[in-house]
């Protein structure tokens, strides 16, 4: 406060005031958070989740900044984006999975840690020849008098092979980097798990075969055509 502004106070309680709020006074402004306010906003909102504030505003001829504190600080409101997800699952497909983790659980509850120690998991990853330094990785102890570091931005090779790898709970299986210019099939997927998978699972963990492996894969077309069932039916 200004010491004009003191001295003008300090005279007001010398006067006998104990207040220290502002007085009533005529033309201060009326505030619009009724509660006939707050609910039209409130129905508008549970019509159309997608309303904008301007709309609303617009809507119930309000201000963009009355609107937004009603719905923030008053009715409590965040705006949030869609969470994505793989793809739209229906009943069937939601049935078909509650049904199969059921019976991983129940598997578990009967032979314990040994339904583990039968999965074996596989993945791809792409691999570039060479990948560039990243920001962080050349981060390193600078003086405030020393000059700055500077690092050029470069990209990722072109030339990239896919790796498919293999494991277990005792470490990794297999590791198979696919040939040039081929992609992934059902039928390369099958013959990979038969004539690669199947030899190295039985010279690495002897005697896993005859206990039943249990092959756990993403979802990929490749990975769930029907050709891998009726060709691998052995592992």
Aim: with cysteine; proline share 3%; glycine share 6%.
């Amino acid at each position: 406060m200004s010491q004009g502004r003191v001295y003008e106070w300090v005279e007001r309680f010398q006067n006998g005031r104990q207040n220290v709020s502002d007085e009533h006074r005529t033309g201060r402004p009326v505030s619009v958070a009724t509660e006939t306010v707050k609910q039209q906003i409130e129905q508008q909102i549970c019509d159309y989740r997608r309303v904008t504030t301007d709309e609303i505003a617009a809507e119930l001829n309000m201000s963009h900044g009355s609107v937004y504190n009603i719905v923030h600080d008053d009715l409590g409101y965040r705006e949030v984006c869609s969470r994505w997800v793989p793809r739209q699952l229906s009943d069937d497909h939601k049935r078909a999975r509650q049904t199969i983790c059921q019976e991983h659980l129940d598997h578990h509850a009967h032979e314990g840690d040994a339904f583990l120690h039968r999965i074996v998991a596989g993945d791809e990853s792409w691999v570039y020849h060479y990948e560039p330094e990243s920001k962080r990785q050349s981060m390193q102890w600078k003086h405030p008098s020393s000059p700055a570091n500077k690092k050029f931005k470069t990209q990722a090779s072109a030339g990239k092979t896919m790796l498919t790898i293999f494991w277990d709970v005792n470490g990794c299986i297999l590791v198979h980097f696919q040939e040039k210019g081929q992609t992934v099939t059902s039928v390369r997927y099958s013959n990979m798990l038969v004539n690669e998978l199947k030899p190295a699972i039985r010279s690495k963990h002897w005697g896993l075969l005859s206990k039943r492996v249990l092959l756990l894969h993403d979802n990929a077309r490749s990975h769930t055509a029907a050709h891998r069932y009726t060709t691998c039916s052995g592992i």
